[in-house]
């Protein structure tokens, strides 16, 4: 059976994003070959490390860490934001090393946002890093990157689900993944268990006030979400994708990175019940 091409449209989202790798595996195993990959945030996280080759690597290790693993990432010594970023791309670097856009197998491109000249900013070649740091540096949370003179943020503050870079391919099919999708009565991913002493200690030491529920931070990442999601709707309906699989808000929080196993699990599972995936797997295009 021939393989059905596809571009792929990663949406941002915190850690929802993992949920693209279960979503990039199930395309994997059904025939599905992808071409081309536009993200931002998240999505240029997941999307970069697949075009790399790397994912395997990231998802290893990302798999293995908990919260307190995650806190040693975080340097709060940012300008512009609470965290500068340098551990954190430390850590990816040593994943994925020195890899180039144009040298990947697979079409990329992160998008960013110009946060002073207020318009998208599309990577399409140079450092991997580079792009992904740019298209990752979430409002207030990490400090903006600096980028051929620009100061850049997440893409998703301009468009949470960048379809345009894929216009021009010459793919059979274009797939997004919108992680601003309507809420669900309750998260299959919350813990109806309470929280042992031990983490309840360790969360209120090593999380700043403004992090926590109700925070400064809380409050406007919450809202900084809400305003995706409508973007998110309004752009999807002016471009819409040949398949749009959209993934819940409130499936679980910004940060939830310690849930990734049971997030790629949940991108999986998605597809596998998507009517209009198993349509196109299906038949010929």
């Known amino acids: 059976m021939t393989k059905k091409t596809i571009s792929l449209v990663l949406g941002s989202g915190g850690a929802r994003g993992i949920v693209h790798i279960g979503i990039i595996k199930w395309l994997e195993e059904h025939n599905y070959e992808i071409q081309s990959i536009s993200g931002c945030s998240m999505g240029a996280l997941v999307g970069g490390f697949y075009a790399a080759g790397?994912?395997?690597?990231?998802?290893?290790?990302?798999?293995?860490?908990?919260?307190?693993?995650?806190?040693?990432?975080?340097?709060?010594?940012?300008?512009?934001?609470?965290?500068?970023?340098?551990?954190?791309?430390?850590?990816?670097?040593?994943?994925?090393?020195?890899?180039?856009?144009?040298?990947?197998?697979?079409?990329?491109?992160?998008?960013?946002?110009?946060?002073?000249a207020q318009k998208e900013v599309w990577i399409n070649n140079g450092s991997l890093l580079d792009a992904i740091r740019a298209s990752i540096s979430l409002p207030l949370f990490f400090t903006p990157f600096k980028y051929q003179g620009k100061r850049l943020v997440d893409g998703g503050v301009l468009n949470p689900v960048p379809i345009a870079p894929t216009f021009h391919d010459s793919t059979e099919l274009t797939i997004s993944v919108n992680l601003g999708g309507e809420s669900i009565g309750k998260s299959p991913l919350q813990e109806d268990k309470p929280q042992n002493s031990i983490q309840k200690i360790i969360n209120k030491i090593s999380i700043p006030d403004s992090f926590t529920e109700g925070g400064m931070y809380s409050v406007a990442n919450k809202s900084f979400e809400a305003m995706q999601s409508s973007i998110a709707k309004m752009k999807l309906a002016a471009y819409p994708s040949d398949i749009e699989l959209d993934i819940p808000i409130n499936l679980c929080g910004t940060f939830e990175f310690n849930k990734a196993k049971e997030l790629i699990e949940y991108g999986y599972n998605f597809c596998q019940q998507s009517v209009e995936l198993k349509e196109y797997h299906g038949k010929s295009i």
């Open 54 to 116: 790397k994912l395997d690597a990231y998802v290893e290790w990302l798999e293995t860490i908990d919260i307190l693993d995650m806190l040693k990432l975080l340097d709060f010594k940012g300008s512009g934001g609470f965290v500068s970023g340098e551990k954190l791309m430390q850590k990816l670097h040593s994943l994925v090393g020195d890899a180039k856009i144009e040298d990947l197998d697979i079409k990329f491109t992160a998008v960013a946002t110009d946060i002073d």
